[in-house]
């Protein structure tokens, strides 16, 4: 329930999107409609042997429309497979991209249309509106529910020789229509599932506590949490439920949007310098860090916090202990018992970690700024 209608301008963006099964095989359709006559499909080799991508070539040439596969993409999507994506897209004379996976093949087409329009290094388009010039036509289909690069105006990508990822983040790089299709979701395993989803709640609480949030974001968060909540221990126990991966992404879906619009925190700052130092996981670094920084944030976001436990299921006033108490307890339910020690964090590094966060842009709209101490503390509670 909305209490107060902010009064100051709000800027919201969104791509044009379809839901729903069967929603992967409209890429045909939506690529001629965008004047598309040959295509670079952006993708990974898992989700090649998963079958999604064949399905989407199969609806490609029901158009009469040409595809190269391009499946260079590793996680954490990397400034040189950007290079080597528009290599390919240019030797083959394409006129639009279709990008068929998790956050890193998006990001990854994201950066190879950036750097197709607008030419030089896709590092060189790090920070707020960069971007001069229109991307080609961008179609995104996504086969996880949690990154919400899909619907979102915001690129990372990895700087190896400086080993940081960089955040792009613009209204160029939203697609032109992403098809999201819940029934991709089921070639996730237990592992991914259980990242992506508290990907997708991490999105929504720092959407929401965000000193960027919005009437508009804040009901795209509040209704994500409770979806979360509700759907992700059941998605992990039935992973072949239709229903409840359908929910998950639609999670997924809001919280992209209200992230899109408010940007995000501490957690994805600190996450970002973990995934360039140590090419760690994504979603998992989120995961590890959401209570640690929900203890910190907490003072300077008391009442946004208390209305989040609300929405999750919490019932009273609950005080910040009880919260991260919460949180962690959720975690262990569904399976999630790392800790950033375990991944190769060391204390040795954390001052070169903490120092990596505090430049990174989503760091500018947590509820405080902190300090160098602060996030090293953070992290030192993570380890």
């Known amino acids: 329930m909305i209490k107060h209608i902010e009064l100051s301008l709000r800027k919201c963006v969104a791509p044009e999107f379809v839901f729903g099964v069967d929603a992967r095989k409209m890429a045909g359709k939506y690529a001629k409609n965008l004047g598309i006559k040959k295509v670079l499909i952006v993708t990974d080799p898992g989700v090649i042997r998963a079958g999604w991508v064949e399905d989407v070539t199969k609806a490609l040439e029901a158009e009469n429309i040409y595809s190269i596969l391009f499946d260079d993409v590793v996680p954490n999507p990397r400034d040189t497979n950007v290079l080597a994506g528009v290599?390919?897209?240019?030797?083959?004379?394409?006129?639009?991209?279709?990008?068929?996976?998790?956050?890193?093949?998006?990001?990854?087409?994201?950066?190879?249309?950036?750097?197709?329009?607008?030419?030089?290094?896709?590092?060189?388009?790090?920070?707020?509106?960069?971007?001069?010039?229109?991307?080609?036509?961008?179609?995104?289909?996504?086969?996880?529910?949690?990154?919400?690069?899909?619907?979102?105006?915001?690129?990372?990508i990895n700087d190896i020789k400086r080993h940081v990822k960089i955040a792009i983040i613009s209204k160029s790089i939203v697609p032109d229509v992403s098809l999201i299709d819940p029934?991709?979701?089921?070639?996730?395993?237990?592992?991914?599932?259980?990242n992506?989803?508290?990907?997708?709640?991490?999105?929504?609480?720092?959407?929401?506590?965000?000193?960027?949030?919005?009437?508009?974001?804040?009901?795209?968060?509040?209704?994500?949490i409770s979806l979360l909540a509700k759907n992700l221990p059941r998605v992990v126990e039935q992973p072949f439920d239709i229903q409840a991966r359908a929910s998950v992404m639609m999670a997924s879906l809001l919280a992209g949007l209200a992230f899109s619009n408010a940007s995000l925190g501490v957690i994805h700052a600190i996450a970002h310098?973990?995934?360039?130092?140590?090419?760690?996981?994504?979603?998992?670094?989120?995961?590890?860090?959401?209570?640690?920084?929900?203890?910190?944030?907490?003072?300077?976001?008391?009442?946004?916090?208390?209305?989040?436990?609300?929405?999750?299921?919490?019932?009273?006033?609950?005080?910040?202990?009880?919260?991260?108490q919460d949180i962690h307890e959720f975690k262990l339910s569904l399976g999630l018992t790392q800790r950033l020690g375990a991944l190769g964090v060391t204390k040795e590094i954390i001052p070169h970690l903490a120092s990596m966060a505090l430049q990174d842009a989503c760091i500018v709209t947590n509820p405080i700024m902190p300090s160098q101490h602060d996030v090293e503390e953070i992290l030192i509670h993570a380890l």
């Open 273 to 324: 310098s973990l995934g360039g130092w140590l090419d760690l996981p994504h979603g998992l670094c989120n995961a590890i860090l959401l209570e640690h920084a929900v203890a910190y944030n907490f003072p300077h976001a008391k009442e946004r916090y208390q209305t989040i436990a609300s929405y999750k299921g919490m019932k009273g006033t609950p005080n910040c202990d009880e919260i991260v």
């Open 87 to 156: 290599k390919l897209y240019r030797e083959h004379k394409c006129d639009g991209i279709v990008t068929i996976g998790g956050g890193s093949p998006m990001d990854c087409a994201k950066g190879i249309g950036i750097v197709v329009a607008n030419m030089g290094d896709v590092l060189a388009y790090e920070g707020v509106d960069k971007i001069l010039y229109p991307l080609p036509p961008l179609i995104c289909i996504p086969t996880t529910a949690g990154t919400a690069a899909d619907v979102s105006q915001f690129a990372i």
């Open 183 to 194: 029934e991709t979701t089921m070639s996730m395993d237990k592992e991914l599932t259980i």
């Open 196 to 224: 992506t989803g508290l990907d997708a709640m991490t999105h929504a609480v720092e959407a929401y506590v965000s000193n960027a949030n919005s009437a508009i974001t804040d009901l795209y968060a509040l209704e994500a």
